[in-house]
């Protein structure tokens, strides 16, 4: 959804597709096309929220899930609320955290290819939090804080050497992708070398998985989000700034280079808390942006309707790999790079034929 404030009176031409909406002294421009996307996605993502809490070993009737949901009494209360609910939340939060970074990051980098996982910052936080795995240095309920601390290493490390008088877009990519690479393989090395019962552990997780996760999950999720929020706020009006070549951003008074290190750190904080609650889930961040830049038709990548994508994104694959091959249950992120990696061959393919990706 794209707003723009404005005194009472000001917009005398109103820009095609936009709608005028006063409140008291002021008056806000809403991108109708962003707003009617942003709606609809919100009802995809609440008829998806209700078939996975409803679907499972056993069915529950959607009337009983809504039950539980607004707090009112109903026998379906272990298995949809305390069985099904948190682990729900944690993918929905999972979602929307992996979609906004990948939009930030896609930002920063001009390159709808970049994103948390294809630059290495997910895999920072994953080298970081298996390497404590397997060698039983730290308890689940770290795993978050662990992440964070890998996902903003890795970052600083590729931001430092992408630096040469200023951030230039291409170079922050490649040197991410040689990170990636790097991690990766850092990351196996741990596992090779590790205890073998939480290697296998940490193989699970490195798959991107929902499967287990409870209320010790989200809650670190629900309170890192929010206090977020005001970051993402200014995130949605920064990216605006950016969003031309640097000549013109800085003739406009724009501190680029300042601009673009708020967007990466935000996008690094929530890729790392994502990735610490479910695993690396593969291609959410890189899928996620361009599919809302693509409903919404709007030059820059609208940060509500991408969250929202990346919510529905996850919460349906989590669905699909349950139920598809029932009762083996897939990791979710397994179902994503499935999904995913054909979209990035596309992305390539489009880029070496000049199309626009």
Not at 27 to 40: D, E, K, V
Not at 213 to 230: F, H, I, N, T, Y
Not at 305 to 318: C, E, I, N
Request: charged share 10%; aromatic share 6%; glycine share 10%.
């Amino acid at each position: 959804m794209t707003a723009a404030g404005a005194a009472r009176g000001t917009p005398a031409v109103r820009p095609a597709g936009y709608g005028l909406v006063r409140r008291g002294r002021a008056s806000f421009l809403l991108h109708r096309r962003s707003l009617f996307t942003a709606g609809a996605l919100a009802v995809a993502l609440a008829a998806a929220v209700v078939a996975s809490l409803s679907l499972g070993e056993t069915v529950t009737a959607p009337t009983e899930v809504v039950k539980v949901l607004v707090g009112r009494p109903s026998p379906e209360e272990l298995v949809v609320g305390t069985l099904r609910l948190p682990r729900l939340v944690v993918g929905v939060l999972v979602g929307a955290a992996l979609a906004v970074a990948g939009g930030l990051i896609q930002t920063v980098a001009r390159n709808p290819l970049a994103s948390p996982e294809i630059i290495g910052i997910t895999h920072g936080a994953a080298a970081v939090t298996v390497g404590a795995m397997t060698f039983g240095l730290t308890s689940y309920a770290l795993l978050p804080y662990l992440s964070v601390a890998g996902g903003t290493l890795a970052a600083a490390l590729i931001y430092v050497f992408a630096w040469r008088r200023g951030l230039h877009a291409a170079r922050f990519v490649l040197i991410g992708l040689g990170f990636s690479v790097a991690l990766r393989s850092i990351t196996q090395l741990f596992m090779t070398k590790g205890d073998f019962l939480a290697a296998q552990q940490a193989q699970v997780w490195m798959t991107g998985s929902l499967s287990g996760r409870g209320w010790e999950q989200a809650e670190p999720l629900g309170w890192a989000l929010p206090a977020l929020l005001p970051a993402v706020l200014w995130c949605a009006r920064a990216q605006r700034d950016v969003g031309p070549d640097d000549d013109t951003a800085t003739a406009l008074g724009v501190r680029v280079n300042a601009t673009r290190l708020g967007l990466t750190a935000t996008g690094v904080v929530l890729a790392s808390v994502a990735t610490g609650a479910a695993g690396p889930v593969d291609f959410v961040a890189l899928l996620s942006p361009q599919i809302a830049r693509r409903l919404t038709r709007t030059a820059q990548i609208p940060l509500l309707t991408t969250a929202l994508t990346g919510a529905f994104v996850v919460t349906l694959g989590d669905l699909l790999a349950r139920r598809m091959f029932a009762p083996v249950e897939l990791p979710v992120g397994v179902l994503t790079a499935a999904i995913g990696a054909p979209y990035l061959i596309w992305l390539i393919a489009r880029s070496r034929t000049g199309g626009t990706a």
